[in-house]
Nanobody, 126 residues
Framework: QVQLVESGGGLVQAGGSLRLSCTVSGRTFSRYAISWFRQAPQKERAFVAAVSWTGKITTYADSVKGRFTISRDNVKNTVYLQMNSLKAEDTAAYFC???????????????????WGQGTQVTVSS
């Protein structure tokens, strides 16, 4: 059974930083890409960042480029999302997600994700 568990959310002031973690179990972690999505109240779930199964290819939404960094640790079966220079508009529930198939680049849309974590809340106060 594939499980994704997020952690690291919280309340932070604008301009601050947080690091989210997504720990995966139930599959060979190193073969699968991971994406992060976020969902603000009354908005659709939106792509934030993805890291390929090799860790060599990363992609970002334009809104977070230069501020967020995604990375993976295949020893710890964990993907990280380092979020710097946070803004009030980054406030959302953050979810990690994985493809059904291995050796990919990470689901670019929520419709293409096969497995989801439960989410972690990030609140940025202005």
């Amino acid at each position: 059974q594939v499980q994704l568990v997020e952690s690291g959310g919280g309340l932070v002031q604008a301009g601050g930083s947080l690091r989210l973690s997504c720990t995966v179990s139930g599959r060979t972690f190193s073969r699968y890409a991971i994406s992060w999505f976020r969902q603000a109240p009354q908005k659709e779930r939106a792509f934030v960042a993805a890291v390929s199964w090799t860790g060599k290819i990363t992609t970002y939404a334009d809104s977070v480029k230069g501020r967020f960094t995604i990375s993976r640790d295949n020893v710890k079966n964990t993907v990280y999302l380092q979020m710097n220079s946070l803004k009030a508009e980054d406030t959302a529930a953050y979810f990690c997600a994985s493809d059904q198939r291995p050796y990919g680049l990470g689901p670019p849309t929520s419709h293409e994700a096969a497995y989801w974590g439960q989410g972690t809340q990030v609140t940025v106060s202005s």
